[in-house]
């Protein structure tokens, strides 16, 4: 990743702290995905190691982009950069996310119907989609389709980067994981979320906290299918660590934006700015400082 952000302009706009986030979001997503690794019994390569890196730090800076795309057109230019169709950046920031999937494709070195696009354009689609979740309108069969995908899709592609030959069970128990992973970290933020206006399952009252309890144990339950229960409790406990380390992160930003409050905002759209759409906790990677339900919280529901 560090050729890639060192081909990139000082401007006011891609500048050391851009990059320091974005290094440090890879490097919380390389130990989830190196946890996933071990328990599947697989080694976490320094190519793994690579291109975990490179698709954090991809996924970090398009969530934030996609935040912030209001207007600008950026979700329509996502759409054609995942489908290897030409597109011309808008800005720098934009040019240093089409560095960094570029690289991130030379890396990887698959082919375009590697199952790992298809998850990729079903990030992007139920991104898109969850602007619906602003909506007064928005049903509860909407809000589960878009629960789901989110989820189900960027956990299906951030262990993929790892793991290039996943098979359909394998796959499902993955996707699972990610849906139940992601009604965690809605349930922590529905006071947050109902605030500002987004409906999620746990904020409409769909989704309780021994429902949540019964789907992460779905989940496990699936993974362990798979991997056998010693390691499917470990990469769901090691996933519980990485939203706990993105809930620091996320209350970092957020006082560091009330200490901004009364100075000049800095460039639109570069990471840590204040406010949230409803856009995927896991992408940028998944996943933008969200945290699950605290251990004692699961315990108690």
Sequence with gaps: MAPVLARQPDTDTVHAGLHATLRAWSAKG???VA????ASGVPFTRHAAEVTALGCAFARLYDDLLDDSAGTGFAERAGLLFAHRPWTPAGPLEA???DLFHTLERRLGRRPDDPLYAALTAVHYYQCRSARQTSPLVTRAELEEVTWGKGAATLTVLFSLARPRMGAQERAAVAELGAALQLCDDHHDRDADAALGIATLPGVGACDPAGLVERLAAAQARLAGVHGPRAARRVVDEAHVFL???TVGRAASRLRAAARSD????AAGAPGSAGRTPGNAWAALLLRGRSAVAPADRRGA
């Design 35 to 38: 946890a996933y690794c071990r």
């Design 244 to 246: 706990l380390l993105s």
């Design 263 to 266: 100075a000049p905002s800095h």
């Design 96 to 98: 240093l996310a089409g």
């Design 30 to 32: 390389g130990h989830l």
